[in-house]
Nanobody, 122 residues
Framework: QVRVVESGGGSVQAGGSLRLSCTAS????????????KAWFRRQAPGKEREEIA????????RYAESVKGRFTVSQDNAKNALDLQMMALKPEDTAMYYC???????????WGQGTQVTVSS
């Protein structure tokens, strides 16, 4: 059973920073996070669609949504088998539940965490 767990959320004032981390246990076929595509999503309000904000593909190529480009950095820590998201210059509109997603298929990502809340106050 694959278990994806996010950590590092919390409350911060505008302009501050936070670092999120995601780990995934026992991926199929003995795969590690570095060998699969993975991403961070966020949902800014209940009922609003989840927004894909940062991805690392199997080749290590990173992509960012325009809303976070230049402020957020996604990286993988191979030693810890973890996916991190460094968030800088946070804005109130970054307030959201942040989710880690792992292993992209033709039907979307297969494994999701439960999310970690980030709240940015003005």
């Amino acid at each position: 059973q694959v278990r994806v767990v996010e950590s590092g959320g919390g409350s911060v004032q505008a302009g501050g920073s936070l670092r999120l981390s995601c780990t995934a246990s026992t991926l199929p076929y003995g795969l590690t996070l570095s060998q699969v595509s993975k991403a961070w999503f966020r949902r800014q309000a209940p009922g609003k669609e989840r927004e894909e904000i940062a991805t690392i593909d199997r080749g290590g190529i990173t992509r960012y949504a325009e809303s976070v480009k230049g402020r957020f950095t996604v990286s993988q820590d191979n030693a810890k088998n973890a996916l991190d998201l460094q968030m800088m210059a946070l804005k109130p509109e970054d307030t959201a539940m942040y989710y880690c997603a792992v292993l992209r298929s033709n039907n979307g990502y297969l494994y999701w965490g439960q999310g970690t809340q980030v709240t940015v106050s003005s």
